[in-house]
């Protein structure tokens, strides 16, 4: 039992009207209750006992986690405590993943060694290039992606090693190191140009920009101001507690598969447009639009729930995203350099306008992550297949960080929820000569 100080117990009483019963459970850690202790709630000493009910997890908590904190009432979002924004103005990519995967901000020597090992493995087998090649010519990045980086599994097998942490460590920094490498080849293969090895005296985005664009020089060397944007978009996009893609990663890790298969099924949750696919359909939507003046009918069809405005709304955040406060700044310094995209304008009035409407205000939809990053994207020359590859280079860190938190956590076991059962009672088999009539007599779904 949870007890205070002063003796008192922070408790709930439950009244089973079924049974005129009463239970007490504990509640820890100011407003949890456990869900097993619903178990022992039943009306019959053989019954399973009490359940919940928690379609796509909106209330309930799958772990206890030091890695990200969000409070989606006032838009704050911190990693390992320390605020998005200071991280945003003061560090690099590589010092927030380290930070997200050792819980400390590194000193100087730790930060060196760590840059110093990111870089080195940087390289991957040749017989990736293979894999990659294999892709039609018009296969999209992120697929590439997700089937190169489950490929990774095969070249590191010591990577099922998941209970030894010297290994682990090795497969975090493989797979930091290795991912911009991947996908910079994935979009190097979409179009159809020679692939750009890595270049070791570059830093980490500089490094991935020369794999993206470097085409007939001796030397590319990006825009420092573009450089610095994209590592502060990494910043922004390192973690973000449990979401989807954070789910995925939990949940194929607590099989124990290795960490590059487990990366892969993550890619596959954040390619989803509800997710980090997002920012992709956040820009197909504003060619759809294409001008200012189409934006009211475009809204009409969102209000009748004909679209969705892509870019805004959050499970967690109900007054706004602080990355897409940062984000809109970072690209006032973009455009400076690249000139004003065609599509911000159409962007900037789409939020004026949805800020404004009563839909929008009664369901605190405020613009996401993904609403500005892709005309950021764009017009630094990504194509729109990019955008949610992008997303999961920077998001690698955090699923790893999640990944070493559940392997560590002695609460943890293998992710298997319960269901409700729905269908059918037990029913005798139909040969087939007597299928295809109605349902037969006396077999009826099991209603709940
Ligand atoms: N456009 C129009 N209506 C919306 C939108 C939207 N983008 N998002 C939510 N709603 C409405 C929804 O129809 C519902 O209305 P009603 O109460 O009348 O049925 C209400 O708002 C509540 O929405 P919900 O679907 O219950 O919210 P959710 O928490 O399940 O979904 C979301 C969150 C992000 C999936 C959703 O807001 C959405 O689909 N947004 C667009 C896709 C997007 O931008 N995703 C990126 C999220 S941020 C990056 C990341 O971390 O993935």
Known sequence: MASKDNGERDTLTIRDNRTGKDYEVDIHEGDVIRSMDLRNIKVHEDDFGMMCLDPASTNTASTRSAITFIDGDKGILRYRGYPIEQLAERTTFLEVAYLTLK?????????????????????????????????????????????????????????????????????????????????????????????????????YTANFLNMLFRIGVKEYRPNPVLERALDVLFILHADHEQNCSTTAMRVIGSSEADPFVALSGSMAALYGPLHGGANEAVLRMLGRIGRVENIPAFLDKVKNKEEKLMGFGHRVYKAYDPRASIIKRTADEVFEVTGRNHFLDIALELERIALNEQYFIDRNLYPNVDFYSG????????????????????????????????ILDPEQKIARPRQVYVGFEERNFVPMEERGGEVSAGAQPVVV
């Open 103 to 203: 819980g400390e901000l590194p000193d100087q020597s730790q930060l060196d060694a760590f840059v110093e090992d990111v870089t080195f493995h940087t390289y991957v087998h040749e017989n990736i290039l293979k894999v990659l090649d294999g892709f039609r010519y018009d296969a999209h990045a992120m697929g590439m992606l997700i089937s190169s980086t489950a490929a990774l599994s095969t070249f590191y097998q010591d990577s099922k090693n998941v209970r030894d942490a010297e290994c682990r460590w090795v497969q975090m920094i493989r797979a930091v190191a290795k991912i911009p490498t991947l996908a910079a080849f994935a979009f190097r293969r979409h179009r159809g140009l020679p692939y750009v090895y890595p270049e070791n005296e570059l830093s």
């Open 375 to 406: 005309i950021i994207y764009q017009a630094m020359g990504f194509p729109v297949e990019m955008f949610p590859v992008l997303f999961a280079i920077p998001r690698t860190a955090g699923w790893l960080a999640q990944w070493e938190e559940l």
